[in-house]
């Protein structure tokens, strides 16, 4: 089956492509940040007890690991991640 676009309706489509392709790649971007970026927080001390333990990463609540973050709260990326349906901890 072949279609026929107008102009227009061709770099329409081709705009629209390319706006989602940036923003997989900002995503993808901003999930690795937020999965190795070591930052101090107060889960540091809550999690391994010892007040000056080292920096850890936040984790993304996106990723298929076990070590996601529940929330985006403390998250590195939180206000340039395009991901819709952050989660906030109450």
Known sequence: MKYLLSEKEYRELKDRAEKVSKVETIQKLCTMVAESK????????????????????????????????????????????PY??????K
């Open 38 to 81: 070591p930052i101090r927080g107060w889960w540091n001390e809550a999690l391994t007890g010892q007040p000056e333990s080292p920096p850890t990463p936040w984790g993304c609540i996106i990723s298929d690991t076990e070590e996601q973050a529940p929330y985006c709260d403390e998250c590195p990326v939180q206000k340039l991640c």
């Open 84 to 89: 819709e349906f952050k989660s906030w901890s």
